[in-house]
């Protein structure tokens, strides 16, 4: 029997755009053809799509009609809402007539994201010094019209009612500190079959609809723990798509990371004091003691070397967390309520506490570890790799087709610096006779539908002093103060620091008639909203802001960067990977300060137009981006608005669109 043919992508792709009501867009179309074409031979493609492109569906009409499981990775809530939300229901409704099939869809988060009903049934193991360790009634402990009582009732409620136990669904959220009593880690988790509630698992039932899909949405955080632990938690998959790509080095490095404080040692001795031996018990607290000893005492910066004290206060710790993990597996007291909640808990805790400690004393060459201080939380003990591009290579792109894609992937003019983080080799290389083989990519720039050059104007101001360790720059306050009167407020400040977006909120509130928000006085989607609402509204923060912010039209028509966003001079792991750069011959500056530079600052920049009528101005006010050689690197990374100097210039420019914008408001109201 004549098999039917299979439909068109062209096809496929304009009725997918139909539905969610979107527009086909030349770059969109290059996008989903490249995509058919990795996918179909098993290589590996890097895409720049920029702002109003439609990614999501140039990646996820391909993947579909190819018809093997897809799993995607997104670095934020928000896409992977869009794409569970918007996106996929529609595609796969307008696609089901041409597949003939329905293809399934699934969203997996790791398991501490997830309502665990034994927890909120059976209570909290007890951390406190107590003579009858067990499970604590969070509910009863909690006073009912504090904030932290209000939100256990409100998840106590709520779990009637939820269908996916996600803490997302739940609107609004309640503090970490609460969904900490109601949830569990992977290692906590006593497991579906132990679980008087296994049938019920919210977690469980989310990765069995995940072995079903066809598509299944999931975050970079997951896909970096699927990479680095033995066990998959994802299912298997032919074809890995990973949005927002630009953060997928960040999060799994953040993933790959180690850390050993007073407290977390501490609450192991907790959880631990009364279900083991004695021996073990007097080791624990002897070597936590010494642990603490030296934390008091710890100054932040790398260690290059293990300074022997810490050497062996870091070996009692392993040692003692070896006794008190072998001691769990063999002592049993049945008269500790629930016990075996408890031991899960308090072996979790030692393990981790085992594994980090025994990691820093055998000191790998690419492993970078240092002490970090915290004006609250006090001293910490770090570690992390210093690259994970090995792990990357051999962990992503041996077994699937990988698609990789973001609004900036292509810094400095190419992909080979994304790439080569990632861990794959310049584009184009073949591996010599009798070597390994080499995964083969191809990097593909579609474009932007956006004018940059008509839409937008990339304004460097030359004349300023350049930018000290002393965050005081009374000449910048003075020009972002002229340039936000000229645009009538409506202003996004992106600051390289807290302590610089604060000075200047203060400064400038006693400067300029225009509100001016803060990030960190309220909650970043509500300063957002309001930014959005009010046009003459400022808004200044840093580093999520870069980021994290979509306001098209007219509250957003100024996009100020107080300087270039370098790493600190004295970021432990920045610098360790500067200086292994350097040691192989190579630019460290370059690959790693004026890279991170160069996606941040494409990152801020894109956030000033987000829409076909929208127009403005971006404001560097770092002479450096306009006198230093890096300067021409930095600005090939960000979008291609037209560039000017000229301060006068861009003071007119801001005042006609401020106006434009003003006309348009009176004929609105």
């Known amino acids: 029997m004549t098999q039917p043919a299979k439909p068109a992508l062209t096809d496929l792709l304009h009725a997918a ?75 796969v409704t307008a696609l089901r007539p041409l597949l003939r099939r329905e293809p399934q869809f699934a969203m997996l988060k790791g398991r501490s994201n997830y309502l665990c009903l034994h927890r909120l049934h059976e209570g909290v193991p007890r951390e406190e010094e107590s003579d009858e360790p067990g499970l604590f009634d969070q509910f009863e402990a909690a006073a009912p019209t504090s904030k932290l009582g209000q939100d256990l009732l409100r998840l106590r409620d709520w779990s009637d009612e939820t269908e996916t136990g996600d803490r997302d669904d739940l609107t609004p959220g309640v503090s970490d500190r609460a969904w900490q009593q109601v949830a569990v880690t992977s290692r906590e988790c006593l ?119 810490l050497r062996y206060a870091l070996m009692a710790l392993r040692d003692a967390c070896r006794l008190v993990i ?61 690259s994970v591009s090995g792990l990357l290579r051999e962990k992503l792109f041996t077994e699937r087709s990988v698609v990789l894609t973001s609004a900036t992937l292509r810094l400095g003019g190419d992909f080979n610096g994304v790439a080569a983080s990632l861990g794959l080799p310049p584009e184009g290389t073949v591996a010599a006779e009798g070597e390994d083989e080499l995964p083969v990519w191809k990097g593909l720039d579609v474009g932007s539908p956006f004018d940059y050059p008509k839409q937008g104007i990339l304004y460097v101001a030359r004349h300023l002093s350049q930018p000290g360790r002393d965050s005081g720059r009374e000449d910048m306050l003075d020009e972002l103060t002229e340039l936000i009167e000229a645009a009538g407020g409506r202003t996004l400040g992106l600051f390289s620091s807290m302590r610089a977006a604060q000075a200047a909120a203060e400064a400038l509130r006693g400067r300029i008639d225009h509100p001016v928000l803060l990030q960190g006085e309220e909650t970043l989607g509500e300063l957002i909203r309001r930014f959005s609402a009010d046009p003459g509204t400022c808004l200044f923060g840093t580093l999520s802001l870069w980021q994290g912010v979509d306001v098209p039209g007219d509250s957003c028509q100024l996009v100020v960067m107080d300087r270039i966003p370098f790493p600190r001079p004295d970021d432990p792991l920045m610098s360790a990977r500067q200086k292994a750069v350097e040691e192989k011959g190579g630019n460290g500056f370059m690959a790693v300060a004026a890279t991170h530079a160069a996606l941040l600052m494409a990152q801020g920049a894109g956030r000033l137009v987000r829409a076909a009528g929208d127009r403005g101005v971006v404001a560097v006010l770092d002479p450096r981006l306009a006198t230093a050689r890096y300067g021409s690197f930095i600005k090939a990374s960000m979008p291609d608005f037209w560039q000017t100097t000229d301060r006068n210039q861009v003071r007119r420019s801001l005042a006609a669109i401020d106006a434009a914008a003003k006309a348009d408001e009176a004929q609105v109201v």
């Open 17 to 91: 755009v139909t539905a969610v009501g979107g527009v086909e867009r030349p770059g969109q179309v290059s996008m989903a053809e490249a995509v058919a074409e990795a996918v179909d031979d098993g290589s590996h493609l890097l895409v720049q799509a920029g702002t109003g492109t439609g990614k999501s569906l140039g990646y996820l009409v391909p993947a579909l009609a190819h018809g093997e499981r897809v799993v995607v990775a997104t670095a934020t809530l928000a896409l992977q809402r869009q794409l569970v939300e918007r996106d996929l229901p529609r595609t």
């Open 191 to 309: 497991g579906a079959t132990r679980c008087a509630y296994g049938a019920e698992c919210f977690a469980e039932a989310a990765r069995e609809r995940a072995k079903l899909a066809d598509v299944v949405v999931t975050n970079h955080a997951l896909l970096a723990i699927d990479a680095l632990e033995g066990a998959p938690v994802l299912p298997s998959h032919e074809v890995l798509i990973v949005d927002e790509a630009h953060e997928l080095v960040s999060r799994v490095t953040g993933v790959a990371t180690g850390e050993l404080a007073p407290g977390r040692v501490n609450r192991t001795v907790r959880l631990a004091a009364k279900l083991v031996n004695e021996k073990a018990a007097d080791a624990l607290m002897s070597a936590s003691e010494g642990f603490e000893r030296l934390m008091e005492l710890a100054l932040p910066g790398r260690l290059e070397e293990l300074p022997e004290d």
């Open 326 to 386: 072998t001691s769990l597996g063999e002592t049993r007291d049945r008269s500790v309520q629930d016990e075996d909640a408890v031991r899960k808990m308090a072996l979790a805790s030692a393990e981790n506490v085992h594994e980090v400690a025994e990691r820093i004393v055998e000191g790998s060459e690419w492993d970078v570890v240092w002490y970090e201080r915290h004006d609250r939380f006090g001293a910490s003990l770090r570690v992390a790799p210093l």
